[in-house]
């Protein structure tokens, strides 16, 4: 028999655990007692244990986790490609990943402690003051940004740093978790990237872009301090040439060379921009009226005065420069860049190397090339052409041997127009085919009217352009009028360019052949201002030399020119060609030119173009003098 | 459906008298009885004198139910005569607990499958993986007929266990009996009402039953920790610490207990699965719980039985119930009874195992810790 539980045995005294004092019908009921009481000792002894033994086991469990968790975190933050920090609301930091440390160049007990503020570029020092005030608040779940840290060397590096916040269960800020790129390098690239999109790589220069950008700048001051603002526009004439004949190597350091010339010429101010190609500008600032503007666009010229060096040769080059002046000349960058556009090709125009300023009737030509393609096209069916006449007269005798058609365009809308406006968009459009045979057909018909009406035999020239050249129906077109009006071949004479004998040699040589053999004198206009090539000479069958009036100008005066004319006339001859001088308008140039045995001549001095029944007049006037002389 | 019901103990003899009123009317007589009783054979050849056309199904246990009584070391017997119903049954050796799947198999085979509403089964209750006996049974049967039943004890011994299928008692095998006809109402439940407590643990190291490592440390060293100076009642004691498993979140926890402990290899062997992989956690008893547990599994049998009171239940409770309640062990009993009413017989035995859905169309399983309760009712 088990022993009494100890508070059954108190609650037994005074038999105080002796069952031997307890009557015989209650010990079974006492034992059952008893076991129960043990049971339940047993049970609670139990299940305290195994509370108590559990416990154990969660707590750690529990520490086993944290551990597991910590280790794993401090694997993920110190192996991540990123920088990472714990930052205080104070802006310490309280923890740094490896990587950071690598960013910033410290170790990480040198910068646990340290504000963000301590290891921030100066200038960005404050950037995030805000965003991390609004973080602060809940006003923003996270903000990212580009600033500058200083790393431990003292270089300033840039990071893209992204915040976000870890609160308490209050809802209080614990900390920051900052997570830190250094994107250094890209900012680099960016940097480079920048520089290509707004500076030419040739040159160094500013591009189009920067200019623009630069140029509302400049119009922002130039509108605060009243003053204009100069745009000029060049480029670099014949840079074709160079190119081909030196090569592209030697056309980049010219252009290389221009531009440091540029640079260093320029004030500091100005801006100098390469637009593309040998095509430059100049953003001239800091002048009170359009003449100090004048005084910056003559010095851009005069820095063609001295030979540029391309590939070892001394290469002269000149520039055709167009000025406009803001904001009399136009409001934007497009309309100024236009405008300079406009007066630089009236520089080309009129022969390249010069200055031009713009001027507003330039413009009205350019912009009105649209409507003019349309009326040039519908000049021919209203019959607006019309022709005027240049005499040929002969040095030695005076007598005027033949005439020059030379076309004119009666536009109700414009005027009486000069070819020179308009034969440059007519073989644009092709519509110099048409024209070329109108004229040509009129002047067939003039001259055999002035035949029939007792004129003398004339001999008219009538002018082929490139275009008409190409045309394959040239020759039966010229056969056609000849037929039509009844004129003699020998009468007609053909004027073509030089760029025409150069272009497709073998097509070119049919045609003249085809020509001559019709009967068709062909003579070179505008000789020595091409390429000049003598081959050609020898080649097709020409009769005759234009010279161009470029030479005959300065004749007495200029030395070279006159060589040029002197040679030109001893080259024709030795080659049984005729010499026919053009613009000549002083007695001088004629006396100069007879002195050479130049065989003929044209220009103001005897007659400028004359319509058909006042050269008809001239001539018959001057053969009546003859007549009466003799 | 009449019974009768006798009990026998050595003390006592025969209660309330000696076996036979029903005589060669009865067609089924359960008997549950201790170890040593059925091992003797004593009251054996009795019996099957007393009812001479019954089949003789029966089985050691760890405590005998007899209406709201349970008692050790005495033998109960319940004769079964059914108006309506036949009963026929098969026995199979189950030999190596590898082959428990299989043998659990050939007893379905064992069985007609014609008219077959309902299988009870009695196995050995350590020589036998209890979850494989039942798949295999289960697997072969059709999937309209239910399976409940129980493993059978050996007290708090763990040694050797018994079954009877009408001759001596046998260790080592498996025996079914199934009921056949259309009248038969046969309804079923099972809880436990055990409390999980403490860290949930991996099975980091287990073969079928036999556990070896939780969280790679012995599991056999855990029990002994727990148990403290109880430890030295494994296997027994390690009853008091039921484990709960569950192969993921989302599947229904069942109970696993211990049968036996190899000091050798530090491997516990429990009476079901405990798969490598699987998490388990310790489980606890708590008083109120485990009678709440027995009420609701008669609820649950009820449910089949149409409200009416069945004419008979049989009760198989886990041993470890027993062992944790003690004294207040008929508490748990009378609970049952006052769900089923005064009119029906309550037989039944603490066991090492029960075989039964947890509810109603669910699959067959073993459970540990439950009662668990088959109620027959004929119309």
Known sequence: MEPLHSLLRRQLKPPNGDLSAVPEEWRAFIQAVNEAYRQFDDDRTMLERSMELSSQELLQANADLKAKNEARFQATFNQAAVGLAHVSPQGQFTLVNRRLCEILGYREADII?????????????????????????????????????????????????????????????????????????????????????????LSGLPNRNLLQDRLGLAQARARRLGQPLGLALFDLDRFKEVNDSLGHSAGDALLYELAQRLKSNMR????????????????????SNREQIGVAAAKIHRLFNVPFMANGQEVYSTASIGVCVYPEDGEDFTELIKNADIAMYAAKRDGGDAVRFYAS?????????????????????????????????EVRSGRVLGVEALIRWRSPERGLVMPLEFIKLAEDTGLIVPIGEWVLGKACRDLREWRDSGLPDLAVAVNLSTRQFRDQGLTAMVAAALSHSGLDP?????????????????????????????????????????????AYLKRFPVQALKIDRGFVRDIETDHDDAAIVKAIVQLAHSMNLGVIAEGVETADQLAYLTSLHCDEYQGYLFSKPLPGDEVARLIRSQRAGELAAE | MRTEQNRWSEGKGWEPAAPGRLGASAQLVLLFGSRDILKSGAQFGLVRKAFPKAHLLGCSTAGEIC?????????????????????????????????????????????????????????????????????????????????????????ANFLETFVIWDGPAEREVVAAVGFYGDRLKVGYGSLGGWDSFGPERLITRSQGNILYELDGKSALDLYRKYLGEHAHGLPATGLLFPLSLRMNQDETAVVRTILSIDEADKSMVFAGDVPQGA???????????????????????????????????????????????????????????????????????????????????AKCELHNQTMTITTFLEN
Not at chain 1, 367 to 387: P, T
Not at chain 2, 112 to 141: M, W
């Open chain 2, 67 to 155: 209406g709201t009584q349970v008692s050790d070391d005495s033998l109960v017997t319940t004769a079964v005569e059914f108006e309506h119903t036949e009963v026929r049954g098969a026995r199979v050796r189950i030999g190596e607990v590898k082959d428990s799947y299989e043998a659990g198999e050939r007893l379905a085979q064992g069985l007609e499958k014609k008219g077959l509403a309902h299988v009870f089964v009695l196995s050995d209750g350590l020589k036998v993986n209890g979850s494989d006996l039942v798949r295999g049974l289960s697997e072969h049967l059709p999937a309209t007929v239910s399976i409940t039943g129980g493993l059978s004890g050996d007290g």
């Open chain 1, 113 to 201: 402690g340290r504000t963000v503020k301590d290891i921030s570029f100066p200038a960005d020092r404050d950037v995030a003051d805000k965003l991390v005030l609004s973080l602060h608040r809940g006003e923003i779940d996270k903000f990212s940004l580009e600033k500058r840290y200083l790393h431990a060397n003292g270089a300033a590096l840039w990071v893209n740093l992204t915040v976000a916040s870890v609160r308490t269960p209050e809802g209080d800020v614990d900390y920051d978790v900052s997570v830190i790129e250094d994107i250094t390098e890209r900012k680099r690239i960016e940097g480079e990237l920048e520089q290509m999109a707004k500076y030419d790589t």
């Open chain 1, 268 to 287: 500091y101010t100005d801006t100098v921009a390469r637009l593309g190609g040998d095509e430059f500008t100049v953003l001239i600032e800091g002048c």
């Open chain 1, 490 to 534: 020998r009468s007609l004479e053909l004027e073509i360019t030089e760029s025409v004998m150069m272009e497709q040699t073998t097509h070119t040589t049919s045609i003249l052949d085809a020509l001559v053999g019709i009967g068709v004198r062909i003579s070179i206009d505008d000789f020595g201002t091409g390429y000049s090539s003598l």
């Open chain 2, 279 to 361: 998490y388990a956690r310790l489980m606890k008893a708590n008083f109120d719980r485990l009678i709440d547990g027995s009420i609701g599994a008669a609820r649950t049998s009820m449910g089949a039985a149409s409200s009416s009171s069945p004419d008979l239940a049989v009760l198989i409770s886990c041993v470890g119930r027993k062992l944790v309640l003690k004294q207040r062990v008929e508490e748990e009993v009378e609970g049952v009874r006052e769900v089923l009413g005064e009119r029906s017989t309550l037989a039944g035995f603490y066991s090492y195992g029960e075989i039964s859905p947890f509810t109603p169309h």
């Open chain 1, 361 to 393: 009737d330039q413009q009205v030509k350019s912009s009105d090339q649209i409507s003019m393609h349309g009326q040039l096209r519908r000049a021919l069916e209203r019959e607006e052409f019309e022709l005027h006449y240049q005499p040929k007269v």
